[in-house]
T-cell receptor
Framework: AQSVTQLDSQVPVFEEAPVELRCNYSSSVSVYLFWYVQYPNQGLQLLLKYLSGSTLVKGINGFEAEFNKSQTSFHLRKPSVHISDTAEYFC???????????FGTGTRLTVIP | DVKVTQSSRYLVKRTGEKVFLECVQDMDHENMFWYRQDPGLGLRLIYFSYDVKMKEKGDIPEGYSVSREKKERFSLILESASTNQTSMYLC?????????????FGQGTRLTVV
């Protein structure tokens, strides 16, 4: 079965500083990987996804993530954060061809003015 | 735009009541999901459905059942609500085909059981 580990439950960062949110997954088979963002009192919105091809994936709002198969990681990065990036971020994984989707426990990003 | 609509944003029910949470999607998606979200635990999969009348258990199906009589609608049922089922419930849908390539979420239903 697949599982996802988000190592940091909370990440505070100053405005305009870079940020990395870490995600590791466990699976012995081919996977699809996702990052979602949740703003307060809202559902989840897709930031970016890796299905195949280039291991560097660019998403919305200036975020990007790199798929590293050897380290089974899919870390999310942004070079300069804004106050509006304050939200909870979830990493998710599914086995290629499977009809389910498993999430990590989330990382709460707080951008400090 | 894909729209996933959950029938209630906030719900308060009494212990022992039978509770129905409804979810409707308008994009003809084959797959639909129910998750429960709790602080520090992230999203946990309760049930998913890959076709009408088809369902599979997720990680935490105990105390829940589901119904999918029509492709666009996926209902989560709490047969006898308990206080430990107080939580945020999120519905999602995704297109069919080989695997989940993207999931679209509703706004969530915050259920309080008193």
């Amino acid at each position: 079965a697949q599982s996802v580990t988000q190592l940091d439950s909370q990440v505070p960062v100053f405005e305009e500083a870079p940020v990395e949110l870490r995600c590791n997954y466990s699976s012995s088979v081919s996977v699809y990987l996702f990052w979602y963002v949740q703003y307060p009192n809202q559902g989840l919105q897709l930031l970016l996804k890796y299905l195949s091809g280039s291991t560097l994936v660019k998403g919305i709002n200036g975020f990007e993530a790199e798929f590293n198969k050897s380290q089974t990681s899919f870390h999310l990065r942004k070079p300069s954060v804004h106050i509006s990036d304050t939200a909870e971020y979830f990493c998710a994984v599914t086995r290629t061809g499977a009809n389910n989707l498993f999430f990590g426990t989330g990382t709460r990003l707080t951008v400090i003015p | 735009d894909v729209k996933v609509t959950q029938s209630s944003r906030y719900l308060v029910k009494r212990t022992g009541e039978k509770v129905f949470l409804e979810c409707v999607q308008d994009m003809d998606h084959e797959n639909m999901f129910w998750y429960r979200q709790d602080p520090g635990l992230g999203l946990r999969l309760i049930y998913f459905s890959y076709d009408v009348k088809m369902k599979e258990k997720g990680d935490i199906p105990e105390g829940y059942s589901v119904s999918r009589e029509k492709k666009e609608r996926f209902s989560l049922i709490l047969e006898s609500a308990s206080t430990n089922q107080t939580s945020m419930y999120l519905c999602a849908s995704s297109p069919g085909g080989p695997g989940v390539t993207e999931a679209f979420f509703g706004q969530g239903t915050r259920l309080t059981v008193v």
